[in-house]
RNA sequence: GGUGCGCUAGUUCAGUCGGUUAGAAUACGUGCCUGUCACGCACGGGGUCAGGGGUUCGAGUCCCCUGCGCACCGCCA
C-alpha cells in the first residue's frame, strides 16, 4: 500500500498514529540538525519532519531531495510545537521514520506553488506540472462538479444522455470545418462537428423527446481568450415544446446551477428583453447587467441646431456614467482615443459634464445650456455624472457606444466577477445581410423557425423576419443559445431558398434531415450552452483555457504536444494527399 | 488577413542619451545553522540580449525583415 492517508486530511486529533503519506516534495527547508519537507498531493500539503535522532538513512534520504521528487514517507502523526494558521493541515507534521524515494525529479522550469513565477507560454508547455498547481487542481474540480450538476438536473428532468458521432459530413455553411481524410474512402473527407445540430434533431425525428450530451465541439476559427477550436457544449434538445417551455426549464437548469456549484439562491425569474430592445439599450445582443447606464437615443434632442456632425447621422445615442463628472480632460481625452481606435472605429466623442452650477460640454458652441441639459437628462444623468455621446448609422454608433460603456464600467470596477446578472435574449432577427457576399445569412442557423407573424415578409423583407430564437446571457458574455426548429420539410425547403441554396444544394447537403422531416417529424426544438465559458464564469476567470486541462495556444497549437505537426510520406501516400508549399497557396 | 504590446540568466524582470567586464530577485549548487513554513547567513556556477540583415568607430539599446507569445478587429451559421 503506497499510503495511508492524503496530504491534506491529517488533523490534530490523528495525533500519534502511524502514517504512510506519498507525494511530492514542494519544499525542503533544511535547518542542519533537522529538515522539514512540505509534502503535496492534491489534497493538501503535509510538513514532514526529520529530526536530529532520526535514523542515519532517514537523514541520508531526506537530505537527496529535490523539488518535485515523488517519495512515500512512513512516519508518526505530532502535534507541532510552533503550529502554522495559515495551513489546514499546521497543527499537524508528521515525523518520519522512513522515506522511500519513489522516483526522481528535474528542477521544475517554473516553480509549482499556489502563484507560480511562471509564464503563460511556458506553464503551457509543461501543462502537467502547471495542473499540479492548486488554482489549475480548483479549476479542474469546479469543472467536475458543474458535469456531475447537469448531469443530476437533467436525468431528474427525464433528460437522456446519447453520443453523437464525431466523424460526419462537411457542411460548408458556418464555421470553417475541420476535416479527416478517409483512407478507405480515397479523396473523401469526414468533417468534425461544429455542433451535433443536425443529429440531434434527428433523434426528435426518433422520437427521443428528451436529449442531451455534454459534448465536444469543432470550428476552424482563429482563436480568442474565451475561444477554443474544440469547445464543450451542453447540447439539449426537446419535442413538443414550445420557446417557453425550454425557457422554463433551462431557467431552472440555470438557478440549479448557481445553487449547487455556488451556493447562490436566485429566485427572481430572469429579465428577458428582445434583441431590439437589447441593441438600442446597451448596444449589444449580449448586455452586461451588472450595472446600468443605459443608452437613450437623443437623435431628435440633437438634430435641427445646425450642428452638422449630429445633423448628418442617421442616430445620435448617449449614456450617463454615473459620478464621472470628476473625469479630467486627460481621461475624457484617453476616452476619446478609445473610441477612436480602429477595433472600436469611431470618429470621435461626445462630452457632457454634469456641474453643480450647470452643464459644461464639447457642444456648448452649438447648443443653448437648456437644449444640452435636455439632452443629457433624456440620457437619465443626475449631478455629477458625465454624459457620452456618439453619432453614426444606428447599429454602428450602438456598438461603438457599447465598448465605450464596457470600458468606462471596467474602469469603475463594476464588472464585478462575483456578480450574476443572467438574462435572456430574445427575438433575435431571422437573417443578417453581409455585405461582403450581398446575401442574408442565417443569424442563428438555416434550422430555425420564423415567427410565424413574420412570415408574410419572408421574400418582400427578409430583414425583418424575426426568428424563435434565444441566447443565455450573463455578465456580457453568451452563455448558450437555442431555437425552435423547423419540423416541416416544405418550411424548411424555403428557408434554404431565402439563403440562397438552390434546391439541388440544399439536398445535397441537408438532404439527409430534409428527407427525415418527410416520416413525422414532431414540433422541437432546444439550446446549447458553453460549458467552458460557463465554469470560467463560475470561476470568475476572463479566459476559459484555465477550464481546459490541455488547452491549444492563440495559434491554434498545443506547444505540449508539438501538434499540429508533419505526417509521414507513407501516412501520405495512403490517403492519397500531397503537400504543397505554402508559397504556392 | 489586420492592429497593438512583448521577446535579456532555469524563471520573473531592470538595463538611462548608442559607449568599459550586461545586472537584481528568485531558482540551482556547496558550506553553516534545532522549530522552519517566502527560513536565515556565506560562497559559487549560470547569458546565441529570439533569429537574420542594416546604420555606426561602437548596437541589448536605432532601422528593416522573419519567427514566437499575448490581447484585440475581421472571422466564429
Partial sequence: MYRTHTCGCLRAEDVNKTVTLAGWVQKVRNLGAMTFIDLRDRYGITQIVVEEHSSEETKATAAQLGREYVIQVIGNVLERSAKNSKMVTGDIEVAATTIRILNQAQTPPFTIEEVSDGGDDLRMKYRYLDLRRPPLQRAMILRHKMAQAIRTFLDKEGFLEIETPYLIGSTPEGARDFVVPSRMNPNQFYALPQSPQTLKQLLMVAGYDKYFQIVRCFRDEDLRADRQPEFTQIDCEMSFVEQEDILEVFERWAKHMFHTVLGMELTEPFLRMTWAEAMERYGSDKPDLRFGMEFSDVTALAQGHGFSVFDDAEYVTGFAATGCATYTRK?????T?????PQVGAKGLIWIRMEEGGTKSSIDKFYTPEEVRAMAERCGAKTGDMVFILCGKKFKALTQLCALRLEVAEQLGLRDPKKFAPMWVIDFPMFEWDEETQRFYAMHHPF???????????????GRVRANAYDFVCNGTEIGGGSIRIHDAKLQAQIFKALGFTPEKAQAQFGF???????GAPPHGGLAFGFDRLCSLFG???????YIAFPKNNNGRDVMLDAPSLIDQTQLDELCLQLVKPAEK
Avoid: C, H, W
Fill in 331 to 335: 481621461q475624457i481625452d484617453a476616452l
Fill in 337 to 341: 482615443e478609445f473610441v477612436k481606435r
Fill in 448 to 462: 430555425t423557425s420564423p415567427k410565424l407573424e413574420d412570415a408574410q415578409y419572408m421574400e418582400s423583407d427578409p
Fill in 513 to 519: 434531415l430534409m428527407n427525415a422531416f418527410k416520416f
Fill in 540 to 546: 470568475g476567470a476572463d479566459s476559459i483555457r484555465d
